[in-house]
């Protein structure tokens, strides 16, 4: 057989399909690993009242806000709730990350994650599949699929449950919708995400997360939770909130601060630095 058919045979038979199945090689890059957490703009620990600064939050989201007593957080029921997913990767906690792949052709079909952020695992597809209808089931962490855009994992997010957009009572809405980057530069491993909610937010919510990646699994991977009786006495069914115009720390904040009481509210306008020119005639107009 001449030199160059034979060439051309072996070419042939490596790029076949094996089993009649075209193997599927995935772009990006690896994200497997461990992961801690780093000091960064969405961890504010437990934020105080009344802070919406920076939130583009409607009147409905605020009202919401106003009414909501940390008491609320006492009651069994709440005591061991987990966070949505919208919020989770805002608080602290160990990231592990994981892929799932066909044992026959090492098609990627998807990309674990376990937070230990109240025990939490999510899965994000990335075989394709469409996400559910609309009347699905809601849970904490939604239903993700992912796709690699060059070195970027991007994620779409949807079938969230209802939880909280910052931990002082500001909500998100179970029709939430959140699209992510994992993006992994070295050691480092950047969160993007990205909160659309037609309930509460008027416009795209933006937060980044920094993650390092650490040799050993470490401490604090569990977040066992047993509810207990913490407030004797208090009727059942009742849910400590304030009415409209008697949250008592309404203007705490913004007096701790020096800023103009309409300032900490919240609002898209919030988010941008020509709202320091508003707080100035605020402040000159003594509002």
Known sequence: MPKHRFLLLVCAIVSAPVFGQTVRVEPGFDLTG???????EEITGNPLLVDYLGLPI????????LAWNPARLDSPEHQCEAHAVTYLYGG??????????DPQTQALIAVHQYHSNYEQSRTIWMDGRPHPPEGAAHTWTGFSTGKWEGNTLTVYTTHIKKGDE?????PSSDA?????HFIRNGDYLIRVGIVTDPIYLTEPLVKTRVFVKTAQEGQNWLYPCEYVEEVSGRKRGAVP????????FLTEFADQI?????AVLGG???MYPDYQLKMKKLASAGK
Not at 258 to 262: L, S, Y
């Open 34 to 40: 461990t992961y801690v957490s780093t000091p960064n």
């Open 58 to 65: 409607n009147e409905a989201a605020r009202a919401w806000a």
């Open 92 to 101: 602290p906690g160990n990231l592990r990350i994981w892929e799932e792949r």
């Open 166 to 170: 910052r931990r002082n009572g500001v």
């Open 176 to 180: 939430a919708t959140m699209l992510e």
């Open 241 to 248: 909130s304030y009415m409209p115009g008697e949250n008592p």
């Open 258 to 262: 020096h800023v103009p009481h309409e």
């Open 268 to 270: 898209a306008e919030t």
